[in-house]
């Protein structure tokens, strides 16, 4: 029985049902033919433009590219994918980028006077960026101007801090902010910068030394931005002296810095002066504004001991930037002792797992409310 065959003026010969030719052969046949007219050339990539003219729907192959290009939108059209635009003037450009390649602009974006964001893109699927690379992040967040009225399921970032809002509470409240501190922990117990001196008992006068140590490191601190404070500082002091008459002291304190004319107020809860980290001891509090909170201090004795400080506040930068330096100083003075020598040194320990985290909360210094507080 001879097989039927039906030609088609678009695709020629199609095989049809219990058709014993070359499955293969056939659809190569109809590619070719497909590739005959002009739409389907325009999607084999063989002519430049097809659908209409320019300014109109219409997909563009260049030499290098191609891209989809809506200029009109139809309210009736759906589907799992949905290209629109806002004019005519700048339409949408959906740009697929070889991998490996570097591109100077996003992947997504609107083409006209000048490149825009696209309006929206609906995933309805799980979000999968690219591998980051040391050059490249998988993802990045444009600042911008946070939304007037809050939406609930959003991200915002203003260019300081990000913002989330899990929930709408009566239109204007439940925008959160969203912590990123910057955290130093400390692996091993660290020994730090040792003050010495000693006195003879010729010549009369007095020997000093004093050294400061900056624990965790230094952090960085924008201007005319507000941060937040948290730490466990955990402290091990040994202070010795020797001599019978004149001076001789050792000490070592705990203190901050912070760029010029910053503004700060840490609560400290310290407890001072322990056997060991798990003895207790009975803790106190005071307010740290500037200069330093008294670690310990000895006069012709020896002391060895822990100190505990919990540290908790709010530092307010003013129109200059600069460094935050958590730091311990230590220092001893010694004076001349005719009958004999007279020494000092002073020296801490910063133990295991002490650590600070500092976050930014907001790029101003004046009254903060995020949440929509009244």
């Known amino acids: 029985m001879a097989t039927t065959r039906t030609t088609n003026s678009l695709a020629g010969t199609v095989p049809q049902l219990g058709d014993t030719a070359n499955i293969e052969t056939a659809f190569n046949a109809y590619h070719d033919s497909l590739a005959n007219t002009s739409t389907g050339a325009a999607v084999l990539g063989r002519s430049n433009t097809f659908g209409g003219a320019s300014g109109s729907n219409q997909i563009i192959k260049t030499a290098n590219s191609g891209y989809l290009e809506l200029s009109t939108v139809n309210a009736s059209k759906s589907g799992l994918f949905v290209i629109s635009t806002d004019s005519a003037s700048n339409p949408i450009i959906f740009r697929p980028i070889l991998a490996g390649t570097t591109q100077s602009s996003s992947d997504f974006y609107y083409s006209g006077t000048a490149d825009r964001w696209v309006s929206e893109v609906q995933i309805y699927s799980n979000l999968v960026t690219r591998p980051g690379t040391s050059s490249q ?154 200069g330093t909170i008294t670690i310990k201090s000895v006069s012709a004795s020896d002391d060895t001991g822990y100190s505990i400080f919990r540290v908790r506040g709010v530092i307010r930068t003013s129109t200059t930037a600069g460094l935050f330096n958590p730091v311990i100083n230590t220092a001893v003075v010694v004076s001349n002792d005719l009958a004999g020598v007279n020494s000092a040194t002073a020296q801490c320990t910063l133990q295991a797992n002490s650590y600070i985290t500092v976050t930014p909360i907001s790029g101003t210094v004046g009254d903060i409310n995020i949440g929509g507080w009244s």
């Open 137 to 290: 992040a998988p993802l990045t967040v444009t600042s911008g101007t946070n939304l007037t009225n809050i939406v609930a399921g959003t991200l915002e970032y203003d260019g300081n801090v990000f913002y989330a809002t899990p929930k709408v509470n009566n239109t204007s409240y439940g925008r959160g902010l969203v912590t990123t501190p910057y955290v130093f922990i400390e692996s091993a117990d660290t020994t730090l910068t040792q003050s010495s001196a000693l006195s003879t008992g010729s010549g009369g006068g007095t020997s000093t030394d004093s050294d400061t140590s900056i624990i965790f490191g230094s952090q960085y601190l924008a201007a005319s931005s507000t941060y937040m404070i948290d730490s466990l500082i955990m402290v091990y002091h040994n202070l010795q002296t020797q001599g019978a008459t004149g001076t001789i002291t050792a000490s070592a304190t705990l203190g901050f810095t912070v760029p010029s004319s910053s503004t700060v107020s840490f609560d400290v809860i310290k407890t001072i002066d322990v056997a060991t980290l798990t003895t207790s001891g009975t803790p106190s509090s005071e307010i740290y504004n500037s």
